[in-house]
């Protein structure tokens, strides 16, 4: 039976690019993109588009059978700042998408899920720098909170069910081409947009908060080869950590001075600052790197050259 794939949340940061990316590999007859509202974007125009709302289980049930879909792809969440604003609401829906999909492959009716945590899932207590795969986990922010349950329940699903579910712990995601919703490390691409409008930016994080980020390349690759990866490389099924590049404002700031040497930040920490401070610096990933290959490729610099460009 080939690969036949199910984004839900496709119009978001990272669904927008992975679907691209996925109707490139697999046709664009195999790959159904699904989000909550109809845009006028490529993703809705230029290929097979469902209005689905990740909470509604026998929405997404029918979508599985009518289409035949083998892969889901779980890209619907609330993210770090936004949840806070609405924990009730970030709860439900981070929780019972996952439940739904985790109980449609328990049911035979889907083979493989990705579902993406997050940096989010450590907290103060963790050690900050070189984040283990393995470590303590305290959370403090809803999003985390909901992503480390959510992790739990990919392993119990996995081990007590055999679902084949597959994760990464995305450090914050840099992309020119969709904005992203409502995270704390949403500055890092903000700051691009501002330097090349306005030549000046004015950051919610403090100078020296060191962040653990990636070029949205990369975690589509990384997403892609967990994926394609045979099932028994695939030995952490909690999530991977995963790490591409770790800097702070100011070195952004630097970094974006060598191309726009009138650019210009300034700080002024509003509540996001806290949720960063609960985060790792940098992380760990040598068990993707031993278990499945995964290997970065973009630094600042290199990310820098091509947010500008592209923007
Ligand atoms: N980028 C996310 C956020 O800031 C972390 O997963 O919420």
Redesign the pocket.
């Known amino acids: 039976m080939s690969t036949k794939i199910l984004i839900i949340g496709a119009c978001g940061q990272i669904g927008t690019e992975l679907t691209h990316k996925l109707r490139s590999l697999y046709g664009n007859d195999n790959v159904i993109a699904s989000d909550i509202r109809k845009l006028n974007n490529d993703i809705v125009n230029k290929g097979i588009f469902e209005v689905v709302n990740a909470l509604d289980y026998n929405q997404i049930e029918h979508l599985i059978e009518q289409y035949q879909i083998t892969d889901v792809y779980l890209m619907a969440a609330l993210?770090?700042?936004t949840?806070e604003k609405n924990p009730a609401f970030a709860w439900d829906l981070n929780m019972n998408s996952l439940f739904h999909v985790l109980n449609l492959a328990k049911a035979k009716k889907i083979k493989k899920i990705f579902w993406?945590s997050?940096?989010?899932v450590f907290g103060p207590t963790t050690p900050k720098d070189n984040t283990p795969q393995y470590t303590i986990m305290e959370p403090t922010t809803v999003?985390g909170i909901s992503?480390q349950t959510g992790e739990r329940w990919c392993e119990y699903y996995h081990h007590i069910y055999g679902v084949d579910v597959r994760s990464i712990r995305?450090?914050?995601?840099i992309s020119w081409s969709t904005e992203?919703g409502?995270?704390?490390?949403?500055y890092a691409v903000d700051i691009y947009h501002k330097a090349l409008k306005e030549g000046k930016y004015e950051c919610f994080l403090s100078e020296q908060t060191a962040l653990p980020m990636m070029y949205m390349d990369d975690a589509i690759r990384a997403t892609i080869e967990i994926m394609q990866a045979p099932s028994e490389l695939i030995k952490i099924r909690s999530s991977y950590n995963l790490s591409g590049i770790s800097f702070t404002p100011a070195e952004i700031a630097a970094e974006i001075k060598k191309h726009i040497p009138e650019f210009t930040i300034s700080y002024k920490p509003d509540f996001r600052q806290k949720?960063a401070d609960s985060w790792p610096a940098s992380i760990d990933d040598s068990m993707a790197r031993k278990d499945w290959n995964w290997k970065h490729k973009f630094d600042l610099a290199s990310m820098t050259k091509e947010m500008l460009e592209h923007l």
């Open positions: 993210l770090s700042a949840a993406p997050s940096i989010a999003y992503k995305y450090p914050g995601l992203p409502g995270g704390t490390t949403d949720i």
